[in-house]
């Protein structure tokens, strides 16, 4: 199995942490989509969202959307849940995973802050991705905020872990203050002890700079 | 069971048509957000996101999250599928149905093109949300455009479907041209003719104006 990755992607970030936790044996195949060019050309040929992560399984079929991603391994890999099994509490993970992989990611990705930046200027862009992630994680600390911890769900990771701890990343490169969010705190002190959300941190990957 | 719906938001549309297509009996509980004030209070109080819909039980439990919501709904009424069975077929339809619901929708939603307009101006917004929109179909038509049709992924419709449909109302909405996107317009024209997609019409809400 190959995952096209970058080591600073949230996106592919969330898969890794997938894979590794179920324990999966991978090879990472970097794309730095900064730099355009040829490979970025190569990949929209393969992708035609033109983004990553992209996960290759041996028969060369290419899966796309790092939820959709995540789904896939849940289901052909059940041991090592990440979603729990009753519904109703499957349907409370998902949508702490939507809150930020749909209503907050996109909205703070690569390519929308640099439309940002052309309407605006560059500290504009810089408080617009702020602001977005300030508000987002507001919402994740209201979602989760009642629920036992460690986790997002309890004693155990789930999807919404996944999810919570890259975004974390970018909310620190954002200058988010992350104070008023301590059930988020709390989520990415217990995950940054487990080998596979360590394994699957930007520095490291092969291409980390 | 209740909706809390408000007839022009996509995402409430896409629940609207897989309650239909599931059979489910539902009460529609509108909310208009554009309004503000006490019903978005008490609504937010509910759900710490602040948007639509949510689907309540009747045990009186929330969902939220369009995706999620319909997830659940395929996992607790299996019958009539909006998902196929083969894990692959699976990942394929998601990744249609995220590249809309995660990469494209919020992209452009009320709150960010509000964001938009407030930092230039009113014809910038429009602008805006119809470049995002005419991007991600174009994608879309890329993820769909060899598969059999005439829906998403051929004679039935799927979750793809689902989120296709209520994001060309807002194409059109924002002025989007649809006659690059043959596929999409196909799947639209085989959906229209569903009384689940019927149904789900934001003209046929109780709160329709």
Known sequence: MKLYT?????A???????????????????????KGGQAAAEWLARNPQGLLPGLELDDGTLLTQSLAILEWLEETR???PFLPQEPVARARVRAVALAIGADMHP???????KRVEALTDAETARRWAHDTVARGLQSVEGLVGR????FAFGAE????????VPQLFNARRFGVDL??????LEIEAAASALPAFQAAHPD???DAD
Chains 1, 2 share one sequence.
């Open 6 to 10: 970058y080591f600073r992607s949230g």
């Open 12 to 34: 592919a970030w969330r898969v890794r942490i997938g894979l590794h936790w179920k324990g999966v044996d991978f090879e990472s195949v970097p794309i730095d989509l900064r």
């Open 78 to 80: 059940p041991e090592q």
């Open 107 to 113: 909205v703070q990705n690569l390519g929308v802050l």
């Open 147 to 150: 629920n036992p911890g460690p």
């Open 157 to 164: 990771p789930t999807l919404a872990d996944i999810l919570i």
């Open 179 to 184: 104070k008023p969010f301590p059930r988020v």
């Open 204 to 206: 490291a990957q092969p």
